[in-house]
């Protein structure tokens, strides 16, 4: 059995572990209700750069596992599961150094770290990854410095320190008691929207954005039309508004 073999095996086990553990397995692609498979992303990476060497091959199919069992872990309710880009920005890590293992699996190990930082056994808690995926995040950052932030792509280095520097204060606030960021009571999740994400109105409002064409990364492609500039973030407040009606700043 060669290497591609291999990473589909193993990849083909993870889709049935997160098909059959996720509280949700949805795709915010318009063209389908269900996202593709890790096996079949990493199948068609792989055939796109044959001059990956085999150990290569499976060092991308064991980050990819990774990161995917890691946002089942830190985030079980998540509901949207798109991870083609995710995958492609991490195959970008195998092609551009000397030694793609180790870079493939630094980088993995820091979304995996970042994941836990933000997610279901963290004091911040999270109940989706669906801003950090699908580029909500990253937008509201680039727009914050867009003179210098607009080469910065959704999931390079820049970006990455700054999630993990805006995890540190988020803790830090909790730690100290602020009213902004409030100790969660067992079994809640922090939303600090003003507009309710339990799973129903999460979907709702999600697909319904992706329809419209707002949503500044569209994890579901290779290579998807990012969108740096724009304010997906009001106009997601405003549909939920307008879906919801008003809802109280604080609400849980």
């Known amino acids: 059995m060669n290497a591609r073999q291999v990473a589909r095996e193993r990849l083909t086990g993870v889709d049935v572990t997160i098909r059959g553990q996720a509280s949700h397995y949805l795709s915010l692609d318009p063209q389908r209700s269900e996202p593709e498979g890790l096996a079949s992303?990493?199948?068609?990476?792989?055939?796109?750069?044959?001059?990956?060497?085999?150990?290569?091959?499976?060092?991308?199919?064991?980050?990819?596992?990774?990161?995917?069992?890691?946002?089942?872990?830190?985030?079980?309710?998540?509901?949207?599961?798109?991870?083609?880009?995710?995958?492609a920005c991490l195959l970008t890590q195998?092609?551009?150094?000397?030694?793609?293992?180790?870079?493939?699996?630094?980088?993995?190990?820091?979304?995996?770290?970042?994941q836990a930082r933000f997610g279901l056994h963290s004091p911040i808690r999270f109940r989706y990854v669906h801003d950090f995926i699908y580029g909500f995040d990253w937008q509201r950052w680039v727009a914050a410095e867009p003179s210098t932030r607009a080469g910065v792509l959704p999931f390079d280095a820049p970006f990455l320190d700054h999630i993990e520097r805006r995890g540190q204060e988020i803790l830090a606030?909790?730690?100290a008691g602020d009213a902004s960021f409030p100790a969660l009571e067992p079994g809640t999740f922090r939303n600090p929207f003003a507009f309710r994400r339990d799973p129903e109105?999460?979907?709702?409002?999600?697909?319904?954005?992706s329809r419209r064409g707002l949503i500044?990364?569209?994890?579901?492609?290779?290579?998807?039309?990012?969108?740096?500039?724009?304010?997906?973030?009001?106009?997601?407040?405003?549909?939920a508004r307008e879906l919801q009606g008003e809802v109280p700043k604080a609400f849980g």
């Open 41 to 87: 992303i990493a199948a068609a990476l792989l055939a796109q750069t044959p001059v990956l060497s085999e150990v290569t091959q499976l060092a991308f199919a064991t980050a990819l596992e990774r990161i995917a069992l890691g946002q089942l872990e830190h985030f079980p309710g998540n509901i949207f599961w798109d991870l083609k880009y995710v995958a």
């Open 94 to 114: 195998a092609q551009a150094g000397p030694d793609a293992p180790q870079a493939l699996s630094a980088w993995s190990t820091r979304f995996v770290a970042l």
């Open 173 to 175: 606030a909790i730690a």
């Open 201 to 209: 109105r999460e979907i709702e409002l999600h697909l319904e954005l």
């Open 216 to 239: 500044p990364v569209a994890a579901w492609r290779f290579r998807p039309v990012l969108q740096p500039v724009g304010n997906c973030s009001a106009a997601r407040l405003q549909l």
